[in-house]
C-alpha cells in the first residue's frame, strides 16, 4: 500500500534530552496538521518513552530515525536506532515498552542490519465532517410532515335508520 506523501513524516536526529522535547511538540503539529488531536499525547508519550530508551541504552551519539506513517485507518510509529541490543517488556518499572504497549493497539520489535526498529500503532480512522444540514427531499417522494399540536377530534357520523348495525 502506499501512502499518501503528506501523510508520511520522517525526521532524523542525534538522541539528547533536548531534542526529545523538540521531537515532540514537531510530532504533536504533525498530528494537529493531520487531525489527528485525539491522539497527539498518547503518541507523544510513545514517542518520548522508546526515545529516552534510545539515549539510556544506546547513548548519546546515537543517531536515530523517528517515522510516522497514517494510513487513514492506523498510525504507526517507529524508532530506529543501530543499537544491537533488543529491548525487553519487563513485568516491573511500568515504563519503557510496557508504557508504550498500553499506549497503543499493538508494538514490536525487529532486528534491522544497521541496529532494530521498535514500532506501535494505534487505530486512527480518518476524521471526516458532519453536516447537519437538513437533506431536501429525494424527487417523487412525499416529505412526511408531523400533524400540528392542536388538531380538532375526529367528529363522528350520526348514525341512520337505514344503517344495519343500529336495526
Not at 499525547?41 to 518513552?49: F, I, L
Amino acid at each position: 500500500m502506499t501512502v499518501p506523501l503528506d501523510r508520511h513524516y520522517l525526521v532524523e536526529l542525534q538522541v539528547s534530552t533536548e531534542r526529545v522535547s523538540q521531537l515532540r511538540r514537531i510530532i504533536a503539529a504533525h498530528l494537529r496538521h493531520w487531525s489527528l488531536e485525539l491522539h497527539v499525547r498518547p503518541v507523544c508519550r510513545g514517542v518520548e518513552e522508546l526515545l529516552t530508551n534510545v539515549h539510556r541504552h544506546v547513548g548519546d551519539d546515537n543517531n536515530c530515525v523517528v517515522e510516522l506513517r497514517w494510513s487513514g485507518r492506523h498510525l504507526t510509529v517507529s524508532v530506529a536506532d543501530n543499537g544491537s541490543e533488543m529491548p525487553k517488556l519487563l513485568s516491573t518499572g511500568g515504563g519503557g515498552l510496557s508504557r508504550v504497549m498500553a499506549l497503543s493497539d499493538s508494538w514490536g520489535t525487529c532486528r534491522t542490519a544497521e541496529g532494530k526498529v521498535v514500532w506501535f500503532t494505534r487505530y486512527a480512522e480518518e476524521p471526516y465532517s458532519v453536516d447537519l444540514t437538513p437533506l431536501s427531499p429525494l424527487p417523487g417522494v412525499r416529505e412526511f410532515r408531523r400533524p400540528p399540536d392542536t388538531v380538532a377530534a375526529p367528529v363522528a357520523e350520526p348514525a341512520t335508520a337505514a344503517d344495519p348495525a343500529l336495526v
